[in-house]
């Protein structure tokens, strides 16, 4: 309860952060005071759900979508932004449509990996199977990317053998779900994987 209250009080003053300026210069446009606490989050969280509705007819349309392409071309084109840009774009759609840019892996396989110590394990997406550029007998280590939450984009990659590396009955998109719900969000296809499985 704590921690639900918790969040919700950094939403309200998140939004009212954000809708403070323009409420406050409608006030007093109108020759009123300043609104309260709770005026100003009930207004801000009014706006805020208008504009996700917004956004959300914007993009079902040919011009929204027209828009937001523009929008994509101009964040690939800055000097700095572009590079974090692309490359977390590029990560959230390899996870999302379980496919990359490498043979041989490319976020199409869910495993389990003993990680970051031993006795510890967590799941990870195969981002490609052969590390022989890395090191010698880097043909026999898988890279394993680890995503965190709650921002998976922000997570780790690690090289394992790959005897040491047991697959999981899991679509990506449903361990990148438990892993940015912190492991709260179980799937329900999950499947034990077997001592066996190779």
């Known amino acids: 309860m704590v ?24 006030y007093t446009s109108l020759h009123l005071p300043e609104p309260g606490y709770w005026t100003l989050a009930f207004f801000s969280a009014i706006a805020t759900i208008l504009l996700l509705m917004l956004v959300g007819a914007l993009v079902g349309n ?86 965190t939450a709650p921002n998976p984009t922000s997570g780790y990659v690690v090289m394992v053998d790959a005897a040491k590396v047991r697959p999981v009955q899991l679509r990506p998109d449903q361990a990148l779900t438990w892993a940015v719900s912190g492991g709260v969000i179980i799937p329900s296809s999950a499947r034990l994987p077997e001592k066996g499985d190779a």
């Open 3 to 26: 921690v639900t209250l918790w969040i919700l009080n950094w939403i309200f003053d998140a939004l009212i952060g954000i809708f403070r300026g323009p409420l406050v210069l409608v």
């Open 62 to 147: 040919f011009v929204g979508r027209q828009l937001l392409l523009w929008m994509d071309e101009l964040m690939l084109r800055v000097p700095v932004v572009k590079g974090v840009y692309g490359a977390t774009k590029q990560l959230i759609n390899a996870i999302q449509s379980g496919q990359g840019a490498n043979s041989g892996g490319g976020f199409k396989e869910v495993v389990l990996v003993e990680w970051p110590h031993p006795g510890s394990y967590t799941l990870g997406f195969v981002a490609h199977r052969d590390c022989s550029w890395a090191m010698e007998g880097g043909e026999r280590m898988i890279a394993v990317y680890i995503a």
